[in-house]
């Protein structure tokens, strides 16, 4: 029996790297400008941060090369006017802003002229500063894409969307390369998200980590704590996203990180099939991105560590594997806003296991939600 399912594993993961070995990935040829000489188009600003080596002293990509300088750039990019919420409209070569996404500017900043750039975009208000980190097996411009999509969608007009990338391989067969990239990150974002708290003194800082970077995201976060930076902690809003994390690890980072307001925000898909490879490469370690909501332990240890799981499973997903759930619920934010205007239950505030509902749930900025819960304190 043992050896039977050792032997489905490897198939398992075989198969898994296969499907993704078929998908042609974006080059960096992507992030060159194109024409905006188009009708109905908008345009959104992104910025990054990485730690990425930059691949000419002058350019605008980066390779998969650790660089300890974290760089800073600012993009503009054109969404088509098709555009379909939730989707990248990749270009295959050269992009037709028409019908796909293309960058339409960039400018290389130093630290200086991107904290600058941050803090001006508020539009008589505290901006709203959302920070994505990527995941594991992710290219730069796969990374840049995916924000401008959530921008776009969740309709940021006056807010702060920064990338913090990391160098990950992009590639299935990078796995522990990708975990080793994420921590020597750690400390980068640490400083990143102190930056941003010293620049902007008011309002809150969102922070979203998908997958793998959910991880470099939490210890980031613990690192924070042990260094005291308390009071950049008290300004975060926390939401990882099918993270990729050890069960056992996570309750011992919790444990240093404690408690935070509004609760940390964990989503999780049952079906995720991204997560179930990571559980077999780790010897059937459970992720924490496939928590079970309904299970009574799962939660009373959500309500003693005051986190918030939400099952996003019934959302659909834009990629086969099933673990980009999260990019969709961008696209729901204004219509949950809107609801949340008319009197909605602010259900996003509590600890504890929730199941998301698309038609009651509530948001309070384009990557915190709620929805119907199943146990809360």
């Not at 990054?48 to 980066?62: G, I, L």
């Not at 796909?100 to 002229?113: C, K, P, T």
Request: proline share 6%.
């Amino acid at each position: 029996m043992k050896i039977w399912k050792s032997h489905a594993r490897r198939l398992f993961v075989l198969a898994f790297a296969l499907l993704a070995a078929c998908a042609e990935r974006p080059g960096p040829e992507l992030l060159e400008n194109v024409s905006v000489s188009f009708p109905g188009g908008r345009f959104v600003t992104v910025y990054a941060a990485n730690t990425r080596q930059r691949a000419a002293p002058d350019s605008r990509a980066f390779t998969s090369a650790r660089e300890p300088e974290v760089s800073y750039d600012e993009y503009t990019i054109s969404i088509p006017p098709g555009h379909v919420p939730g989707t990248i409209e990749w270009p295959e070569h050269q992009a037709d802003p028409a019908r796909q996404f293309g960058v339409v500017g960039h400018r290389i900043l130093d630290r200086a002229g991107f904290e600058r750039e941050v803090s001006k975009r508020r539009g008589g208000h505290p901006p709203d500063i959302g920070i994505f980190v990527h995941g594991y097996n992710t290219n730069y411009q796969e990374a840049l894409f995916r924000l401008a999509q959530m921008t776009a969608d969740a309709n940021v007009s006056h807010g702060a969307p920064i990338l913090f990338s990391w160098p990950s391989q992009g590639s299935v067969a990078g796995y522990v390369a990708d975990k080793d990239a994420a921590t020597f990150s750690r400390d980068q974002l640490a400083l990143l998200l102190t930056s941003i708290a010293r620049t902007e003194s008011r309002g809150k800082i969102t922070i979203v980590g998908h997958s793998m970077g959910a991880w470099l995201t939490t210890e980031a976060i613990r690192q924070l704590r042990l260094t005291e930076k308390n009071a950049v902690i008290a300004r975060l809003q926390v939401i990882l996203a099918a993270p990729d994390i050890d069960v056992d690890v996570f309750k011992a980072q919790v444990g240093v990180i404690g408690p935070l307001s509004p609760p940390m925000t964990i989503l999780v898909s049952q079906d995720d099939l991204a997560l179930r490879a990571s559980e077999l490469l780790t010897g059937e370690r459970q992720r924490l991105g496939k928590l079970d909501v309904s299970d009574p332990r799962v939660v009373k240890a959500t309500r003693e560590a005051r986190v918030q799981v939400v099952d996003i499973t019934g959302l659909k997903s834009s990629d086969s594997f099933k673990h980009s759930r999260f990019a969709e619920l961008a696209a729901l934010y204004p219509k949950l806003s809107a609801a949340n205007a008319k009197g909605a239950p602010l259900d996003f505030r509590r600890s504890g296991a929730f199941v998301f509902n698309a038609v009651g749930a509530t948001v309070s900025s384009p990557f915190l939600l709620a929805g119907k819960v199943v146990g809360g304190d």
